[in-house]
DNA sequence: GCATGTCATGTTAGCGCTATCTTCATGTGA
DNA sequence: TCACATGAAGATAGCGCTAACATGACATGC
């Protein structure tokens, strides 16, 4: 019952949290009041350089590191976002939150991560929201296509961010990439090498890059002059299972693809799988592409040719708009701002000239 | 620069975090004293029932939910876990991610991401916890089995928590499965299925789990009297790659295995990669076994028989404990705990009786 | 009956920080 | 010259909560 019993500074030092130095003894160290101290740290506006410097030189001597709960309390602009997930791939996941946790720890911002059902109801969602006292939400894929989500969001005065969505909304911070330019890379990429029969998986129909990705795809080969073969457009959904089926429909053409473009990374692995079990060689016999860079692309055998999409820096971005939403303006919601970030082109050991081309290439 | 211009209620609302109710409002409307509700909100001792419901009521009415950062604040003990991690298996960190990071929001404590790199210099590192303030570390595999680093947290009076590690430390939490019964178990069953040449891919060695899931694999073999045969024992090291590797030189010996167990999934998927490949029918020609249930497990084909390690669990079991020792018991170190907590075998579709089982069985 | 204990509750004083107001020195232009 | 803006500080008052102590109402034992 009693545990301050022996302590030497008794009531005190039970209290306070390790002694740790405040503000107060930074400022009497640099001599100066406790606010100069506090402007130095912040803003660091209306500060002489010659008092800035002292201050400086105090914290970096007592190892000063603010104490957040009270700068909380008193600013009174707590931030708490809330993750919300309903799509439970691991490696998408884990990467977004080693971007999102980054950039919340260094601003001091609690991350709440919330498993919401495919079918919840949004209504319940905002009350639980609520419950967490989240004042900012963060959508990932799939989750920031559901329309019905984002007008309740929207409504309950949270601002949000979508990350990877294909169609941004006005009343939402979005971060993106050029999903329909990078497939196009992709599928140049496979054509410039002496491919015709390109086939491709397309993604989940629920998420809005599906369509991008897929409308990528198709303006290569228009632009290359190749006339689209609807029987080399099969319809998955981002998921390895899919892959499987969609692949062997590709294989079991009469006329196969010498190529495949999986519009993600575990439907390319899964294509990869096939083709083995058909006995191909990759990327001899068949060429096979991915999208996402995941750790997957670089797990399987041979070593995916996919694009990297800054999975985690995306959602550092997200969090960071998230973050100076809630700290700074109050008119949340009408001056959303969208962001693109690149991506990139990985080419690894997956794709290659088809069979046909190593012998006369350039045909 | 000024935001506040129009405000109809200028300095007391900008600094109040959306009028939420606060003890002060629900003690007004339950007509009890500020340090009644508290009580009720806390351990809710020495409060007489009658005045509970009331407060409670009261609670329930306004929708009040306590200001974490006060209470951090007013109680001095704000709990912030530095979780390390250096191996990036995605799988694995997000479902120990999901684990922790629910627990530590119940609780309202901060989990801090640290990456660690393989050879950072434990000083370095524990510096790096000082400046994020951290009073409390997480340490999942591999990290949980580094001595050093063991030894330098310890020093720094820091609580911590290892989770599968095959070794705990007398000065440290630890919460664990038991490896050896689990590979022993699934062992047994490929043996009773009438396998005996059963191949073992071992795996990385800096981790303890990787001797006692191999002693598991011995004991069981010794249990039925099957004599080990070393080149039916490869090493591996957790990764895919190396599981490639293992399971090529199990399948070239003169008389390979019926079965493979790996000692994770990520080299039990790439061992059926490699069955594949050599046009082997899983589970009809070879049976593939893996450890952790990962959700590699469930993607590949066939669905992959394997020990589910309840990763999430774990690592909300730890969280709990450091957050326990960091509010209450200040004499942290000594009385470590350590928790073994059960998995399960899981089976699936990619292990069998061996061929030469189904013609004629119980040989 | 009075010292003493126990329980339910109230009062007070901060936790460490920042918003806001105030002060005091400097410019600046009429 | 003085009113007035501007910049660089300091003083003060809490943010919402809880630890520690104080109070008052009973029950207990001698």
């Not at 329309?147 to 969001?153: C, D, P, Q, S, V």
């Not at 190749?226 to 029987?231: F, H, L, Q, V, Y």
């Not at 981002?238 to 892959?243: E, L, Q």
């Not at 429909?249 to 473009?261: D, F, G, K, W, Y």
Request: hydrophobic share 40%.
């Amino acid at each position: 019952m009693s545990s301050t019993e022996k302590s030497p500074t008794r009531g005190r030092k039970s209290r306070t949290n390790a002694n740790r130095p405040t503000v107060a003894d930074v400022a009497r160290a640099a001599e100066v009041s406790l606010m100069t101290v506090s402007r130095v740290v912040n803003h660091g506006t209306n500060v002489s350089e010659e008092t800035r410097k002292k201050v400086e030189a105090a914290i970096a001597e007592l190892g000063y590191v603010p104490n957040q709960a009270a700068r909380n309390l008193a600013g009174g602009r707590e931030v708490r976002i809330a993750l919300l997930y309903s799509n439970p791939s691991s490696a998408y996941l884990s990467e977004f939150l080693m971007g999102s946790l980054g950039e919340a720890s260094v601003n001091a911002a609690q991350i709440i991560v919330e498993y919401c059902e495919e079918g919840v109801r949004p209504a319940d969602l905002v009350g639980k929201l609520a419950a967490h006292r989240a004042n900012a939400v963060l959508l990932p894929p799939p989750l920031c296509d559901d329309e019905r989500l984002l007008k309740r969001l929207q409504k309950a005065g949270l601002p949000m961010a979508q990350i990877a969505t294909g169609r941004p909304s006005r009343h939402a911070y979005a971060v993106t990439i050029d999903d329909a330019g990078a497939t196009e890379d992709l599928v140049r990429l496979l054509i410039e090498q002496g491919h015709s029969r390109i086939g491709y998986i397309s993604g989940n129909p629920n998420q809005t890059v599906s369509e991008l990705r897929q409308a990528g795809y198709e303006k290569a080969l228009a632009d290359a002059d190749i006339a689209p073969r609807p029987d080399l457009i099969v319809s998955g959904d981002f998921s390895y299972r899919s892959g499987l089926q969609a692949a062997e429909r590709l294989l079991a053409s009469t006329e196969p693809p010498t190529a495949i473009v999986a519009s993600n990374d575990d439907m390319a692995a899964a294509a990869l799988a096939v083709a083995h079990r058909h006995g191909l060689d990759v990327p001899g016999d068949l060429s096979v592409c991915g999208f996402d860079d995941t750790a997957m692309a670089t797990t399987i055998w041979p070593e995916l040719t996919t694009i990297r999409q800054p999975i985690s820096e995306m959602a550092r971005q997200a969090t960071a708009m998230l973050i100076a939403d809630v700290r700074e303006s109050p008119v949340a919601g009408v001056d959303a701002r969208h962001v693109r970030l690149d991506c990139e082109l990985v080419r690894r050991a997956s794709h290659g000239p088809p069979r046909d081309m190593t012998v006369s290439p350039r045909a």
